[in-house]
């Protein structure tokens, strides 16, 4: 049985669908080049789901319109002119298959993608070279009009492909690769050797370094200064460490000078000038992952750019003194909007580049007083965005407000997630009766409550859900930022050597602990698991800061609560980034959380102070008998574990905030360093985090196990004695 579809929406289809497919491709592809930079400003999901859905819909669209201009051709119901601009139209597709500059691949696993793409080209050049040559013989518009678009339309395509190809972690991994090093001809030196020993003449080797060999780094090429970098030397030196450590991404090793030049360059920097070159840094990584710029910004790439640009131009000029008479005024309105619209895409992505870092980087050789270099310079400037000082003061005015929005390189914020406002918030309704209506009232909302979470869980947004509900951002301020770079500067200082280097890297907590003669607390940290130790001490930080009462009485005690709900966020939203030190942290999540809702459904909570007041009761429960020794180790919960360390925690009384806040920075520490590197990549393109800036900076500061190449350059001689 078909369904009775009026004959007068069956002719608005016929008329609009094409027409309303092609305007809606090119108005995603506005859309994409204005927006997508956004993502890597913001981590709101609203922000981020928009540019995936145009992200998805750009290529849909371009897609269905090649496909109903094929379709149309010959079609007995459509005229001859029509069929004329509808071989016009099709390369456009072409144009805005290949997409805008600003976004090639929406996450890393895009990139992988690359040969379906290829095949795609292929495949969507054939049909538009199909719709192209059925109207051939009998094409009014000039043939060079079209085939100019189908030029530029190619090569748009094709540079996606190619960006998607360089984004691949394979193509990227292996375009870093020097040429393959045997090392010396060791065969041949020990069979000379050899020779000589039996001659019976005294030889032995000797290893001579090689003189000393430039090393790309920042260090080298820029003499190092204490005093604060100019917007210009910002850029310049973030490039130059860009093009050396950006293959930690990928897992490459690096020599230990290539560590010195960098640990140097960063001990003397303050913590503003090491996370302003940090930004900019993580920038081009973001662009050479997510964007075309790896294929744009090379010589060949301006000269793609060139055809490209010069043939829709050329094409426009065209297509105005073409005879138009006998097509319909809108349908010759739309082609105008498609030729222009390929003309401004261009211009906007000019207008991008030039203004870009990459230019920036591009005139390391020119000075900073020419012409050039002052303009750049003072755009720097006029897009520069400072961090507040505290989360009280966050943004001034609506014009600060929108000029961080616009131009800051990542969120600037710290997401927050909370393990007993969460429970509070889940936690079931008591129902003492259900015959009055107000307890059928509850009866029927605990119901429906259930009923929602079987809903969510078994639709798999469950996650999804509980992040818009629950997850808060603070911004990311000026002290906190000081107070993390200065505790992995005071710890880089003395990692003279690879050991204690990663012993610092290794450590979770614990250094922090001996350092401050706290060695009764070591427990709570050397003898459980990592991501046990997250949830105990999120869960300690929250009562000892609930204990003290609403006003906070130092920046430490901030600083505990910020990066405390921050790991959490981490470990429990954000799984993937957390996977290689996470372990079972999922499970002793579900399993804390089971416990402190069954706990707090016990008593009525006052809601203006229930955070509070849950807090008191849980520090109320005697525990003088380890929860273990009682519950067994079925349950994973550390609800009352975290009890236990609290209250030995609040015998440290104000100390306390200045050790635990050490803590935390050591226990992000661990985690920057010991998750994947992909992970952090791809937070690049979803607002950027927190613990990103502090891999590389630990990185930088010569923190890790990336170091292991001792010698470098060496030449061995045989040495023969008379």
Request: net charge neutral.
């Amino acid at each position: 049985m078909k369904l009775p579809i009026p004959d007068s929406f069956k002719k608005l289809w016929d008329e609009w669908n094409l027409r309303g497919v092609i305007l809606l491709s090119l108005a995603l592809q506005t859309f994409l080049i204005l927006f997508a930079p956004l993502r890597k400003r913001s981590s709101k999901n609203a922000i981020i789901m928009s540019i995936w859905s145009g992200y998805l819909l750009a290529d849909w669209a371009a897609n269905f319109a090649v496909g109903l201009i094929s379709n149309s051709q010959g079609n007995a119901s459509g005229s001859k002119d029509t069929d004329d601009l509808l071989a016009f139209w099709a390369p456009f597709l072409l144009l805005h298959l290949g997409g805008p500059d600003t976004i090639t691949a929406f996450a890393l696993e895009d990139n992988e993608l690359w040969l379906r793409h290829l095949l795609g080209l292929v495949f969507q050049v054939a049909a538009a070279a199909y719709v192209f040559f059925q109207s051939f013989p009998k094409n009014r518009l000039w043939v060079i009009s079209t085939l100019l678009v189908f030029l530029a339309g190619i090569i748009k395509y094709a540079e996606r492909t190619r960006a998607l190809y360089l984004a691949s972690l394979n193509s990227f991994r292996e375009s870093m690769l020097k040429e393959p090093d045997p090392g010396p001809n060791y065969a041949k030196l020990m069979e000379e050797y050899n020779s000589k020993k039996e001659a019976r003449l005294p030889t032995h080797i000797e290893m001579i370094p090689e003189p000393d060999k430039e090393s790309k780094g920042a260090a080298n090429i820029y003499e190092i200064k204490t005093v604060k970098l100019t917007d210009f030397e910002v850029v310049r030196h973030a490039y130059d460490f860009f093009e050396i450590f950006k293959g930690l991404v990928v897992d490459l090793i690096f020599s230990f000078r290539e560590r010195n030049d960098s640990r140097e360059f960063f001990l003397k920097r303050d913590a503003e000038d090491a996370f302003r070159v940090i930004e900019v840094e993580l920038n081009f990584i973001y662009e050479v992952l997510f964007t075309k710029v790896a294929v744009v910004h090379c010589k060949l790439g301006y000269f793609f750019r060139f055809v490209s640009f010069s043939s829709v131009v050329a094409a426009s000029a065209l297509f105005y003194v073409q005879e138009k008479r006998g097509f319909h005024k809108f349908e010759v309105g739309i082609t105008y909007t498609l030729l222009l619209g390929a003309i401004a895409l261009d211009l906007i992505a000019f207008f991008m580049l030039i203004f870009s870092d990459w230019t920036v980087a591009a005139l390391k050789k020119s000075r900073e007083n020419s012409l050039v270099a002052i303009i750049l310079n003072n755009f720097l400037n006029i897009s520069k965005t400072r961090l507040p000082e505290d989360p009280m003061n966050s943004y001034t005015t609506y014009l600060e407000s929108a000029k961080r929005f616009l131009f800051r390189r990542w969120s600037e914020s710290v997401s927050n997630y909370n393990l007993i406002h969460y429970c509070l918030k889940e936690r079931p309704e008591r129902i003492d009766s259900v015959s009055d209506c107000c307890g059928f009232l509850k009866y029927s909302k605990y119901q429906f409550k259930k009923m929602y979470v079987k809903a969510t869980d078994y639709l798999g947004v469950k996650g999804f859900i509980d992040e818009i509900k629950y997850v808060s951002s603070e911004p990311f301020t000026e002290k906190l930022r000081n107070f993390i770079f200065l505790e992995l500067r005071r710890k880089a200082e003395i990692a003279d050597d690879s050991e204690t280097a990663k012993e610092i890297c290794s450590a979770r907590g614990d250094w922090v602990l001996r350092e401050n003669g706290c060695s009764n607390l070591l427990n709570w940290i050397g003898e459980v698991t990592y991501d046990e130790s997250i949830l105990l001490w999120h869960i300690a930080t929250e009562l000892c800061y609930n204990d003290e009462g609403i006003a906070v009485s130092n920046d430490n005690q901030v600083f505990c609560k910020l990066l405390s709900d921050y790991m959490l966020y981490l470990l429990v939203m954000q799984p993937t980034t957390m996977s290689a030190v996470a372990g079972i942290g999922q499970i002793r999540f579900r399993d804390t959380c089971a416990e402190a809702t069954k706990f707090f459904s016990r008593g009525e909570l006052d809601p203006e102070k229930e955070q509070r007041e849950a807090c008191e009761n849980i520090l109320g429960v005697n525990t003088d008998v380890k929860p273990v020794a009682v519950k067994g180790d079925r349950s994973k919960s550390v609800l009352f574990d975290a009890c236990i360390l609290a209250k030995e925690l609040r015998e440290l009384k104000q100390k306390k905030w200045e050790i635990m806040s050490k803590v935390w920075v050591e226990l992000l520490s661990y985690a920057a360093s010991h998750c994947r590197a992909n992970a952090h990549a791809q937070q690049l393109s979803k607002g950027g985090e927190l613990i990103t800036f502090i891999w590389l900076l630990m990185a930088h500061f010569g923190l890790g196990e990336q170091f292991q190449i001792n010698e470098g350059h060496a030449r061995a001689k045989l040495i023969v004695g008379k």
